[in-house]
C-alpha cells in the first residue's frame, strides 16, 4: 500500500485516497546548472532526505522535494521530481540518501516519466543511497527512495 502512496506526484496536492496533512511534507527549491555540486535537503521526524546534483545547461528549474510517510510512521518514501514536466538540464551526477531510517529500494525517472534503465543508476541498501552509474545518459526527471522503520518492541 505505502508504494501507491509515493508513486503519485508530490506536485498534486488531491489524492485518490484519504490521507492526513500530517503525512506530507513537500518544499520547493531550484537546481541550478553550471557545474558545482550543490545539494538540498529537508528533515521530518528524524528522517533526512538530501539530493546533491551536478548539471550543466539553461537557467535555474524549480524541483520539489516531497516526503511522504504512513499513518503508522514507519514507512516513508523521499522524492525529487520536476513538477512542470520534462527537465532541460543536463545532470552530470546525482545522488539521493536518506538517513534515520533504512532503505528499502528506489526508482529514477527520465523523460516522460519513464523508467531509467537499471544500468543507468545504483541503488545501495547499505548506504541508503541511489545514485548514477557510468552508463546515466544525463536525463533526470525524478528521483525516489522508499524506506521503512523496523517494529519496535513494547
Known amino acids: 500500500m505505502w ?3 509515493v508513486l503519485m506526484s508530490v506536485s498534486v496536492s488531491v489524492m485518490c485516497f484519504e490521507m492526513d496533512e500530517d503525512q ?3 518544499a520547493n527549491f531550484d537546481v541550478k ?3 558545482a555540486l550543490l545539494s538540498f535537503e529537508k528533515e ?3 528522517v533526512t532526505c538530501k539530493f546533491s546534483y551536478q548539471c550543466q545547461g539553461g537557467t535555474n528549474e ?3 522535494m516531497g516526503m511522504v510517510r504512513s499513518q503508522d510512521g514507519r514507512d516513508f518514501s523521499c522524492s525529487v521530481e520536476r513538477p512542470s514536466g520534462q527537465s532541460y538540464l543536463f545532470f552530470q ?3 539521493m540518501e536518506i538517513t534515520g531510517i533504512p532503505t528499502a ?3 529514477v525517472f527520465g523523460p516522460e516519466m ?5 544500468e543507468e543508476y545504483k541503488f545501495d541498501k547499505a548506504s541508503n543511497t541511489i545514485t548514477q552509474t557510468g552508463k546515466f545518459h544525463s536525463q533526470l526527471d525524478k528521483v525516489v527512495l522508499y524506506a521503512r522503520r523496523g517494529k519496535s518492541e513494547l
Open 3 to 5: 508504494r501507491i502512496i
Open 24 to 26: 506530507i511534507q513537500v
Open 33 to 35: 546548472p553550471g557545474g
Open 44 to 46: 521530518w521526524d528524524g
Open 62 to 64: 524549480e524541483w520539489t
Open 93 to 95: 551526477a546525482f545522488k
Open 105 to 107: 529500494e528506489g526508482e
Open 114 to 118: 519513464t523508467p531509467l534503465k537499471q
